[in-house]
């Protein structure tokens, strides 16, 4: 099965050699690349995680889309991650097929768990103080806030999440982890070292942020809009470092290699044969 991959960061790299051991041929897109020659010669493109940014395609060049689908066989396959909906109805009239392969619950599980490791780097980066010193509070409790508050609570670091709804904050007190509501967050602000935001959605505003101390260290691993006020948090000048795509960034090898997997899994589930 001949595959066209859209390099973005260091995850593609090790995600081509990974499916390349596993006997794929693989073509990493160039703008060098020669389009005449390779016009409907590949079987699928796999586009990078996440598929656009900046309301552009993620790509380490600069990308026209409609460049990249004539190259595609008619009847072939677009893998894409969390694109929407004009880009998969694009992919669709040009007669291919879309795979958003960040539906997956496996990738979305790993990806998680590659996310809470180089949020653990940040940390120990970031600190001055042993581990079982800090006080973090944890904000939001899906996949990826499940599997950070795993991490840090394995290393000995005091951990309160905040989550919404009561079933959440039951299953957080379950891992022996102190649980609040979102409205209790005041209460214990200025007892935080560190605010880790996962929630995409602003939960950290002007009046909030004013209750944490001036050596509290805010990350914001969440994605547009984000969950703290960025605008009101450099007025205060607070300590904010906005990390996106961390497995990219920090465990690049492992995150290319789980998104290969799951294509593979993809591949052979839908029995989809180039």
Same mark, same amino acid.
């Given at each position: 099965?001949?595959?066209?991959?859209?390099?973005?960061?260091?995850?593609?790299?090790? $995600?081509?050699?990974?499916?390349?051991?596993?006997?794929?041929?693989?073509?990493?897109?160039?703008?060098?690349?020669? /389009?005449?020659?390779?016009?409907?010669?590949?079987?699928?493109?796999?586009?990078?995680?996440?598929?656009?940014?900046?309301?552009?395609?993620?790509? %380490?060049?600069?990308?026209?889309?409609?460049?990249?689908?004539?190259?595609?066989?008619?009847?072939?396959?677009?893998?894409?991650? $969390?694109?929407?909906? #004009?880009? %998969?109805?694009?992919?669709?009239?040009?007669? /291919?097929?879309?795979?958003?392969?960040? =539906?997956?619950?496996?990738?979305?599980?790993?990806?998680?768990?590659?996310?809470? =490791?180089?949020?653990? #780097?940040?940390?120990?980066?970031?600190?001055?103080?042993? $581990?079982?010193?800090?006080?973090?509070?944890?904000?939001?409790?899906?996949?990826?806030?499940?599997?950070?508050?795993?991490?840090?609570?394995?290393?000995?670091?005091?951990?309160?999440?905040?989550?919404?709804?009561?079933?959440?904050?039951?299953?957080?007190? $379950?891992?022996?982890?102190?649980?609040?509501?979102?409205?209790?967050?005041?209460?214990?602000?200025?007892?935080?070292?560190?605010?880790?935001?996962?929630?995409? =959605?602003?939960?950290?505003?002007?009046?909030?942020?004013?209750?944490?101390?001036?050596?509290?260290?805010? /990350?914001?691993?969440?994605?547009?809009?984000?969950?703290?006020?960025?605008?009101?948090?450099?007025?205060?000048?607070?300590?904010?470092?906005?990390?996106?795509?961390?497995?990219?960034?920090?465990?690049?090898?492992?995150?290319?290699?789980?998104?290969?997997?799951?294509?593979?899994?993809?591949?052979?589930?839908?029995?989809?044969?180039?």
């Amino acid at each position: 099965m001949k595959l066209l991959i859209i390099p973005a960061d260091n995850r593609q790299v090790y $995600m081509t050699g990974y499916l390349e051991q596993n006997g794929f041929d693989c073509t990493v897109f160039t703008p060098n690349l020669p /389009l005449g020659d390779s016009f409907r010669q590949f079987d699928a493109a796999i586009f990078a995680l996440p598929s656009i940014k900046n309301s552009r395609i993620n790509c %380490e060049y600069e990308v026209n889309f409609a460049n990249i689908l004539p190259l595609i066989k008619k009847g072939g396959y677009i893998f894409s991650a $969390m694109a929407g909906e #004009e880009f %998969e109805k694009t992919v669709r009239k040009a007669e /291919l097929l879309p795979y958003d392969f960040y =539906q997956r619950e496996e990738l979305i599980i790993l990806n998680a768990a590659a996310t809470a =490791q180089a949020v653990l #780097e940040i940390v120990l980066i970031n600190s001055n103080v042993m $581990m079982n010193d800090l006080k973090i509070l944890l904000t939001g409790y899906g996949r990826t806030g499940q599997a950070i508050a795993d991490i840090l609570s394995r290393n000995y670091v005091d951990v309160t999440v905040a989550a919404r709804k009561s079933k959440d904050r039951a299953k957080i007190r $379950m891992r022996n982890l102190r649980a609040i509501s979102f409205e209790e967050i005041e209460n214990y602000a200025d007892s935080f070292d560190i605010v880790i935001n996962t929630v995409p =959605q602003k939960v950290i505003g002007r009046d909030l942020l004013k209750k944490f101390s001036e050596k509290c260290l805010f /990350l914001e691993i969440a994605s547009k809009p984000y969950g703290i006020d960025m605008a009101e948090a450099e007025k205060q000048n607070k300590k904010l470092i906005t990390a996106s795509s961390l497995p990219g960034k920090h465990v690049a090898c492992s995150a290319g290699r789980f998104i290969a997997q799951t294509i593979i899994n993809i591949i052979r589930e839908e029995s989809i044969n180039g």
